[in-house]
C-alpha cells in the first residue's frame, strides 16, 4: 500500500499549511549544495519528487531566482503545498503537479527526455518502498537532461552498515511501521541508478548523519 505521504517526521499545522522542525533545520544545509551544484548561470528547470510540507520548494526558489522550481506529490499533500506557496509567493515556484511513483507511467505528461536540467527529492526514499525507488530512478532518467543532476537527500547506509547508531534505530522503527519502509544502502541505489544510466557522481556528508548524493547521467 503507498505510504499517504513520502514524507515522514514530525509535522505542526495551521489551517492547510504544515511545517516540518526537520525542513527548517536542514534547509539553509541542503542550500549551500544545490547552490554549487546546479546550473544556476541560465534558467534551470528542477522537478522536486515529493515536495511534502512544500516549505523546502518556497524557500530554494526565493534563493535561487534563476530556478524554475516545480513542486510534486501524491494529490492529498497538494493543499499544504500551495498554502505555502499562497503565504510566501514566488515567481519562480510551480503549483504541484500529480506525481505517485508507484505508477510506472509516472513521467508520462512531464515533457519526456530532457524536460528537467535537475530533480531533487529530500527524505523520499526511506519512506518509499523499492519498488518505487526503483521506479523513482527508472523516472528521472526519462526526463533530465543529458547534463543534468538527480539530487537525493535523507539517511543512507553503506554496504550493510549504518552511519550512527541514531540511524540504525531510525531504520528499525521505520520497518516496524511499515515493512517495505527503511533506510537504503547506498550500494544498492549505484546498482540500480547504473541500470537507468545514472551514476554517483558526488557524496556530500550533512549535519544529523543525513548525505546529499548528486547523480548524473554516465558518460
Given at each position: 500500500?503507498?505510504?499517504?505521504?513520502?514524507?515522514?517526521?514530525?509535522?505542526?499545522?495551521?489551517?492547510?499549511?504544515?511545517?516540518?522542525?526537520?525542513?527548517?533545520?536542514?534547509?539553509?544545509?541542503i542550500l549551500a549544495v544545490l547552490l554549487r551544484t546546479l546550473p544556476l548561470d541560465r534558467r534551470c528547470r528542477v522537478l522536486e519528487v515529493g515536495s511534502g510540507t512544500g516549505?523546502?520548494?518556497?524557500?530554494?526558489?526565493?534563493r535561487m531566482p534563476s530556478v524554475d522550481w516545480h513542486t510534486s506529490d501524491l494529490a492529498e499533500?497538494?493543499?499544504?503545498?500551495?498554502?505555502?506557496?499562497?503565504?510566501?509567493?514566488?515567481p519562480n515556484v510551480r503549483p504541484p503537479l500529480t506525481v505517485d511513483v508507484s505508477r510506472p507511467d509516472w513521467t508520462d505528461g512531464l515533457g519526456g527526455?530532457?524536460?528537467?536540467?535537475?530533480?531533487?527529492?529530500?527524505?523520499?526514499?526511506?519512506?518509499m518502498s523499492w519498488p518505487?525507488?526503483?521506479s523513482m530512478f527508472a523516472g528521472v532518467g526519462n526526463v533530465l537532461a543529458a547534463d543534468g543532476v538527480f539530487c537525493v537527500y535523507g539517511p543512507f547506509q553503506y554496504?550493510?552498515?549504518?552511519?550512527?547508531?541514531?540511524?540504525?534505530?531510525?531504520?528499525?522503527?521505520?520497518?516496524?511501521?511499515q515493512a517495505h519502509r527503511g533506510v537504503r544502502d547506498v550500494s544498492e541505489l549505484r546498482r540500480l541508478a547504473s541500470g537507468h544510466g545514472l551514476v554517483l557522481r558526488d557524496d556530500h556528508e550533512m549535519p544529523a548523519n543525513n548525505r546529499l548524493l548528486v547523480w548524473a547521467r554516465q558518460r
Open positions: 500500500a503507498m505510504a499517504s505521504s513520502y514524507f515522514c517526521g514530525k509535522l505542526e499545522s495551521s489551517g492547510a499549511l504544515r511545517s516540518s522542525p526537520a525542513c527548517e533545520r536542514n534547509q539553509e544545509p516549505q523546502h520548494a518556497v524557500f530554494f526558489a526565493e499533500n497538494h493543499d499544504s503545498i500551495l498554502a505555502w506557496q499562497q503565504a510566501r509567493p514566488q527526455s530532457g524536460a528537467f536540467d535537475a530533480v531533487f527529492t529530500a527524505n523520499t526514499c526511506h519512506i518505487e525507488v526503483s554496504d550493510g552498515r549504518h552511519t550512527s547508531p541514531s540511524n540504525e534505530a531510525f531504520d528499525a522503527s521505520l520497518r516496524q511501521q
